[in-house]
């Protein structure tokens, strides 16, 4: 069966979104995937927007991205995810929307994308997986711009259990030491209100990131920094990749609550075959414990940017 498209007129609400997985009743779900694709054309990336963005996830007293005429990535993601959480938010959705947690990110920069461009993005949920660990599944939105793919962004989704748990313990175990091997690491200062300030500029309302009560209602005792935000900042820092196209990857094992200091490294990694400037790897820790004596470093977040080569 082919898949069944449905052209909307604009993006998605996100508000409007949670605001339905929120309030509506309970209802027998599908086993499967939905075979649905939300579509929208001609969606500007509008330069205020972008540039607030931009300005949001820029390392602090820099520029907000390496050229101001061309939109971040992590706007990219932005501007694709209320298609996916529209699709998460269908009655018959086969996972629970409000139980799922955001774990990675994978976005593909075919090449930049201008301000004041237009481009047509396609969303569809794929890779759903059931197992004893926990269920996932992806939001691949592709976007495009004259019948060009411009990026490709896939975000994968852990239905809460005890496979996240077990995944956050093997991340505090491989990372007992964090900074030995970094002399100078990059210390952000992030404040209890940066995640507002990111669902501002991003369009991303996650409750668990908003506000304190919120939070609370869904488990954490404040709000928990955003995975994007992180990664965005990330890119923002490392500085390469503004003009090339490039693999961004994300992954968010234990999100730090806020207010919070994290720490970020960064090493070069080799180039590899088809990649033209090689990659810069990053990772980002939080110190947490009830007494100084008692915190342990947390692994936030991880990741890479990959340079790759020319057409």
């Known amino acids: 069966m082919s898949p069944s498209t449905k052209t909307l007129a604009r993006v998605p609400n996100a508000a409007a979104a ?7 009743a309970p209802v027998a779900r599908a086993e499967d995937v939905p075979d649905r694709r939300y579509s929208v054309r001609g969606v500007a990336i509008e330069e205020r927007r972008a540039l607030r963005y931009s300005r949001v996830v820029a390392p602090h007293g820099r520029d907000a991205w390496a050229d101001a005429h061309l939109a971040h990535p992590g706007f990219l ?6 298609l996916g959480l529209a699709l998460m938010a269908r009655p018959r959705f086969p996972l629970p929307a409000l139980g799922l947690v955001h774990v990675k990110n994978s976005l593909l920069l075919h090449r930049s994308v201008c301000v004041g461009e237009r481009v047509d993005i396609e969303t569809h949920i794929g890779g759903l997986v059931r197992a ?9 939105s592709v976007l495009s711009s004259g019948g060009d ?4 962004d896939v975000s994968t989704y852990l239905l ?13 175990q491989t990372e007992a030491a964090p900074f030995a091997s970094a002399a100078s690491p990059s210390r952000w200062k ?29 488990g954490a005792p404040s709000p928990l920094a955003h995975g994007m935000f992180l990664g965005s900042r990330a890119l923002s820092e490392v500085g390469v990749g503004a003009y090339s196209p490039l693999l961004w990857e994300l992954e968010f094992p234990s999100l730090p609550p806020l207010p919070a200091t994290v720490w ?25 414990g009830p007494t100084p004596a008692d915190r342990t470093a947390h692994l936030a ?11």
């Open 77 to 82: 993601h932005a501007l694709a995810h209320p």
């Open 301 to 311: 977040f991880s990741g890479r940017v990959t340079v790759l080569g020319g057409a």
């Open 190 to 218: 992030l404040s209890a209100g940066v995640g507002r300030e990111f669902a501002r500029v991003s369009g991303d309302v996650h409750p668990i990131h908003v506000s304190a009560l919120s939070a609370r209602a869904l």
């Open 132 to 140: 004893s660990r926990g269920s996932t599944c992806e939001v691949v």
């Open 160 to 172: 809460r259990g005890s496979g996240n748990s077990a995944m956050r313990a093997k991340s505090l």
């Open 18 to 24: 949670w605001a339905a997985i929120l309030t509506r």
């Open 149 to 152: 793919i411009v990026a490709t």
């Open 264 to 288: 970020v490294r960064y090493g070069p990694e080799e180039p590899k075959e088809g990649t033209k400037g090689g990659s810069v790897a990053f990772s980002g820790f939080s110190l947490r």
